[in-house]
């Protein structure tokens, strides 16, 4: 097969088969086919698209270009949940404790993050001694056992074929496409060996999907994707325009989490999770009903059950909670944010504009690498629908730099309420 004449035949608006499609991702990642030659590929898929079937195969190459986990013999129906990531998004941690009180298991490969705030992983490591390199026969080991829940980073050995792509994608303008961000995304989720998945399509202005269009298209791509490979999967479009909750940053994202594993924190991010948590519910085939499965999550976050998986998980991983509630809050410095204007219902909260502060307080990365200050972040003090009187504070700014508490990150965040 003559691998450049397949750019030819896609920019060409050509249909790739399997075979083409399998040959170019293991040649590319065998270095026979170059960067320049893939960033060519890359851009005609970007301009011509790809078919659902030729989505689906590009997918199952880029799962099958490294480690896969095979979870065939477990008693347990395997799931997790995806989201595409959205500013103050600690859904995960209530989602995935729900979904293994309920009887499944779930192995979380996850990331750290790059911009805006940080990734899963980052979150964690806020949890002193928490282990995010877990070895393969030890996640195996975990899935047998209670609480049959395991949040872990991914290995470099899970989807070679995607790191390298899409580090390529990132340097040539090629990273928006729904049939590359399907692939890449699934890819690295099939591998993980889930029989169940589903995803949370944030969009808006503080997500990587800014239209409904956009978000829908990617929705129902990486739902078809899944199918087509075998599992079960659903996905929903959720808004990203306000922040989740109240909390945005690393440790704080995790004390909110606790808030609504113990009954209490904001509507938002309880209601979403319990969603997310019924549908994996459903289509696990532990209960019978949408409506039973909803109950049953309300009832397993309601009764404890869900927090006391995710603090045995954590632990599991080194996490020490008692360390976790005696240091959240050493060292820090804060700077409140007050309203300037006259008593007003608050409108909007721009989670871009939070986001950005976010990072300037050290919450987030702008290189790949950088440390995170685990403990920055902004709490908002009030949301959208909610009275705010002149001198009351909208937000709060956390970090431990004080040279981070700045007049430039405080103003941003005011210029993110509107009335
Ligand atoms: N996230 C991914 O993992 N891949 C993409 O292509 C886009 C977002």
């Not at 896609?10 to 249909?15: H, I, M, P, V």
């Not at 994996?280 to 049953?296: I, T």
């Not at 007050?338 to 986001?355: F, L, M």
Request: hydrophobic fraction near 45%.
């Amino acid at each position: 097969m003559i691998l450049k004449l397949l750019i030819e035949k896609k920019r060409d608006r050509g249909e790739l088969s399997a075979d083409e499609i399998r040959a170019l991702v293991s040649a590319y990642v065998a270095g026979e086919f170059s960067d320049a030659q893939m960033s060519a590929f890359a851009m005609a898929v970007c301009c011509r698209g790809m078919t659902p079937a030729e989505t689906a195969v590009l997918t199952d190459a880029m799962r099958t270009s490294g480690d896969c986990f095979d979870w065939s013999g477990l008693p347990r129906p395997v799931a997790d949940k995806h989201s595409t990531g959205g500013v103050g998004d600690k859904l995960s941690f209530i989602i995935q404790p729900i979904a293994a009180a309920a009887g499944m298991s779930v192995p979380s490969l996850s990331g750290r993050g790059l911009g805006l705030t940080g990734g899963t992983i980052d979150k964690l490591e806020s949890i002193p001694g928490f282990r995010a390199e877990v070895p393969a026969g030890e996640l195996r080991r975990r899935m047998q056992e209670p609480p049959y829940l395991c949040i872990c980073s991914q290995t470099p050995e899970i989807c070679p074929a995607d790191r390298k792509l899409y580090a390529l994608r990132d340097v040539t303008g090629t990273v928006a496409s729904i049939p590359l961000i399907t692939a890449s995304i699934l890819s690295k989720k099939l591998a993980e060996g889930a029989g169940v998945l589903v995803f949370d399509v944030k969009c808006g202005r503080g997500a990587f999907m800014r239209t409904r269009a956009d978000a829908d298209a990617l929705a129902a791509s990486l739902v078809d994707g899944a199918r087509r490979l075998g599992r079960k999967a659903a996905a929903t479009v959720t808004p990203m325009d306000v922040p989740l909750g109240r909390a945005v940053g690393n440790s704080l994202e995790i004390e909110e989490a606790l808030e609504v594993l113990s009954g209490r924190g904001p509507q938002d991010v309880r209601g979403l999770s319990l969603h997310f948590a019924a549908q994996m519910v459903e289509l696990s085939g532990l209960a019978p009903s949408p409506e039973a499965a909803r109950a049953k999550c309300e009832e397993l976050l309601d009764g404890g059950d869900a927090l006391r998986a995710f603090r045995a998980a954590v632990a599991a991983q080194g996490g020490d909670w008692d360390a976790f509630e005696r240091e959240k809050r050493a060292g820090v410095r804060t700077l409140e944010v007050a309203w300037d204007g006259p008593e007003a219902r608050v409108a909007d909260v721009d989670a871009e504009k939070i986001a950005r502060a976010a990072l300037m307080l050290g919450a987030g990365r702008s290189a790949p690498g950088e440390k995170l200050d685990l403990k920055a972040g902004i709490v908002l003090r009030k949301k959208p629908g909610e009275t705010v009187r002149p001198g009351e504070t909208a937000a709060e700014l956390h970090a431990t730099r004080a040279d981070r508490l700045t007049p430039e990150a405080a103003a941003l965040v005011r210029s993110a309420f509107s009335a």
